[in-house]
């Protein structure tokens, strides 16, 4: 069973689409563009030359299976800390596998659930977004986010996953006040053994500053498409 910290509040925050990307309606009626929109920009063209390259069929074949297989293996995860049985019987295969990777990690390194799933923006930064686990790990609160994948990942490849949770670790604290200098990706992988990366806040959010600078800046001048 995995203890749930009861003191903090969160409120949903609802969505609206702008020039085609997803934004939040924040409390005082602001809109601001969500973490991921924001985080884009960094992989934008190297997405653009894989579609090039695989063709578009195959590109919207091989997203899509990736998209429903973590949105899947989400909520699997999602009901596991919130002490939900679960029915495995019901969980497809390859999904249980990816589940079972990640369920022993979690048995042993996180001490606590602060949130799940749950809204948080920043006025600073001027985004909102949806994370998938803030909590207690290793002893120190952190943003933690479940990633899948058909192969395993170089750190080089994935520093948007590292911007986009640092981006959370800040809105997490000026909603709080409470401290977030630790992020933490697990990636469950089909092939191979799953990965955890542990990083810090302060050597990314600089990275997500400049990106949110960026898109700013482009969607001012309609660049940003």
Known sequence: MFPHKEDLEFNDLSTVTLNGKRHYEIPNGEKYPSVTTVTSLAIKDGIVAWRKRVGEAEANRIAGTASRRGTKVHKICEDYLNNVELDYGSIEPINHFLFKQIKPILDIR??????????????????????????????????????????????????????????????????????????????????????????KRDDWIGGFVKLRDQYESQTKTGAYA
């Open 110 to 199: 996180l001490q606590e659930v602060y949130g799940l799933e749950v809204a948080l923006y920043s006025r600073y930064l001027r985004v909102a977004g949806r994370v998938d686990l803030v909590g207690m790990w290793d002893g120190k609160v952190s943003i933690i986010d479940f990633k899948t994948s058909s192969k395993r990942k170089k750190r080089d490849w994935i520093s948007n996953y590292f911007m986009q949770e640092s981006a959370y670790a800040v809105m997490f604290e000026d909603m709080f006040k409470i401290p977030v200098s630790q992020l933490v990706t697990i990636i469950a992988v089909e092939s191979d053994e799953p990965q955890v990366f542990v990083e």
